[in-house]
């Protein structure tokens, strides 16, 4: 079972920011958070990665509050090419297995 | 750097016959990961390859999925004899041995049993 909650779906306008937040009630201390997004008929990239507070790269923003029960993805000023499928996933460090959950669907219209 | 690239994108076979679907990792990738979604469905792990050691191998649904990966380089699922439920994208993943748990996806395989 995924260890995670998001959205199933959300909507928004080119140029807004978007904002996604999942659910991970029993994180575990080892446990990272990690975003993949995926675009139909592709595989599933990474996006970004955080244990606690803030990471900021290029594409996103990943905000972890202190308890770390949840994590919100920040999408700046989104455009119709960031359309795709949105996982948020808990992991540790060794190597295992990725557990998927529905992810978000993000559509993103003009 | 190349990404994973998985051969073929499309399979379409008869249920009955055996298909094999290739993944070439990223170079210098110990790891290496299978995974597949069925439609309607999530993504689903189904092994582990650490070079070509198989390190975990709890998601391969029965003895008619046999995935080797000899000289720890690229790997193969083979599906024999194909069902229609085995019907599903297959995707291939890999990572480095000390990474933080980042994955490289392919492509994926769509396989179409009949």
């Known amino acids: 079972l995924a260890k995670t909650t998001q959205p199933i779906s959300m909507d928004s306008y080119e140029g807004q920011e978007v904002n996604i937040t999942c659910s991970h009630n029993n994180i575990a201390t080892n446990d990272y958070i990690t975003w993949y997004q995926q675009f139909p008929s592709q595989g599933p990239r990474f996006i970004i990665q955080g244990y606690k507070t803030k990471v900021t790269n290029e594409v996103a923003s990943l905000f972890i509050p202190a308890d770390r029960k949840s994590s919100t993805l920040s999408l700046p000023r989104v455009s119709l090419s960031d359309t795709a499928v949105y996982y948020c996933?808990?992991?540790?460090?060794?190597?295992?297995?990725?557990?998927f959950g529905k992810g978000t669907t993000l559509s993103v219209s003009s | 750097e190349a990404g994973v690239t998985q051969f073929p994108s499309h399979s379409v076979i008869e249920k009955g016959q055996t298909v094999t679907l290739r993944c070439d990792p990223i170079s210098g990738h110990d790891n290496l990961y299978w995974y597949r979604r069925v439609m309607g469905k999530e993504i689903k792990f189904l092994l582990h390859?650490?070079?070509?050691?198989?390190?975990?191998e709890s998601g391969m649904p029965n003895n008619r999925f046999l995935a080797e990966r000899t000289g720890g380089t690229y790997s193969t699922l083979k599906v024999q004899p194909a069902e229609l439920e085995d019907s599903g994208v297959y995707f291939c993943?890999?990572?480095?041995?000390?990474?933080?748990?980042?994955?490289?996806f392919g492509p994926g395989t769509r396989l179409t049993v009949l």
């Open positions: 996933l808990v992991e540790d460090q060794a190597g295992t297995a990725l557990i």
């Open positions: 993943a890999s990572s480095q041995g000390i990474s933080q748990g980042v994955q490289y």
């Open positions: 390859f650490v070079k070509e050691s198989k390190q975990d």
